[in-house]
T-cell receptor
Framework: GDSVTQMEGPVTLSEEAFLTINCTYTATGYPSLFWYVQYPGEGLQLLLKATKADDKGSNKGFEATYRKETTSFHLEKGSVQVSDSAVYFCALSDLGAQKLVFGQGTRLTINP | NAGVMQNPRHLVRRRGQEARLRCSPVKGHSHVYWYRQLPEEGLKFMVYLQKENIIDESGMPKERFSAEFPKEGPSILRIQQVVRGDSAAYFC??????????????FGPGTRLTVT
C-alpha cells in the first residue's frame, strides 16, 4: 500500500539556520503531496502542496518540490524562526482516494 | 470563521466504558474524515463519511468502533468497551464537496482519549 517515510526527529536548530526535513513516498498511482504543520495544542494546518511532478509548493518561506524520479518531497526553509517550532507531517493522497497517508511527523525546535 | 470543532478536547475513560467523540465540520463542508494518532506515530486514516453515508471505513477496527455523520448535527466516532490500546489523539477533518479541492482537508484540534 501507499506509505510515507519522514526524517526522524526531533530536530533542533538555531534561529536563522537552514532547514531540511526529508520525505520519501511509495504510491501505486500518481499522488498529490502535502506538508502539514501542527503547532502545540492545535490541529494540523496545510502548509503547502504539489499535485504533479516538478511542481514546487511554497508558503511562509517553506518550499518543497515534487520529485517523481526520487519519489521525494523534502521540506526546506532558508532561515528558520523560533515561531516555526512545531511538528511537521508529510502526506500523500492518491488520485481517486480521499484519504491522506501520513508520515510519522518530525518535531522541530528552534532556539533563539 | 469557525474551523473544524471537536469536543471534548480531552476525555478520560475507564476500561470497558464507552467513548463518544464529536466533530463539527467547517460550515458548508459535507465530507468528514477521522484519523487516529497513536503516541509517537503519524496519523492513520480511520473512516471517511459524507452526510448519512460511510464512504470508506477501511481503516476502522472491525469491532467496537463505529462512526456516523447524520443529516443534522455533528459527526460522532464511538468506541465501545474501550481498552488501554485505544488511548490516542483522534483528529477529525472536513473538506468541501468540490472534487477538485476534496483533498484539501481542514483539521480540528483533536480529542485526546486516555483509557485508565
Amino acid at each position: 500500500g501507499d506509505s510515507v517515510t519522514q526524517m526522524e526527529g526531533p530536530v533542533t536548530l538555531s534561529e536563522e539556520a537552514f532547514l531540511t526535513i526529508n520525505c520519501t513516498y511509495t504510491a501505486t498511482g500518481y499522488p498529490s503531496l502535502f506538508w502539514y504543520v501542527q503547532y502545540p495544542g492545535e490541529g494540523l494546518q496545510l502548509l503547502l502542496k504539489a499535485t504533479k511532478a516538478d511542481d514546487k509548493g511554497s508558503n511562509k518561506g517553506f518550499e518543497a518540490t515534487y520529485r517523481k524520479e526520487t519519489t521525494s518531497f523534502h521540506l526546506e526553509k532558508g532561515s528558520v524562526q523560533v515561531s516555526d517550532s512545531a511538528v511537521y507531517f508529510c502526506a500523500l493522497s492518491d488520485l481517486g482516494a480521499q484519504k491522506l497517508v501520513f508520515g510519522q511527523g518530525t518535531r522541530l525546535t528552534i532556539n533563539p | 470563521n469557525a474551523g473544524v470543532m471537536q469536543n471534548p478536547r480531552h476525555l478520560v475513560r475507564r476500561r470497558g466504558q464507552e467513548a463518544r467523540l464529536r466533530c463539527s465540520p467547517v460550515k458548508g463542508h459535507s465530507h468528514v474524515y477521522w484519523y487516529r494518532q497513536l503516541p509517537e506515530e503519524g496519523l492513520k486514516f480511520m473512516v471517511y463519511l459524507q452526510k448519512e453515508n460511510i464512504i470508506d471505513e477501511s481503516g476502522m477496527p472491525k469491532e467496537r468502533f463505529s462512526a456516523e455523520f447524520p443529516k443534522e448535527g455533528p459527526s460522532i466516532l464511538r468506541i465501545q468497551q474501550v481498552v488501554r490500546g485505544d488511548s490516542a489523539a483522534y483528529f477529525c477533518a472536513s473538506s468541501p464537496a468540490s472534487s477538485s479541492r476534496s483533498y484539501e482537508q481542514y483539521f480540528g484540534p483533536g480529542t485526546r482519549l486516555t483509557v485508565t
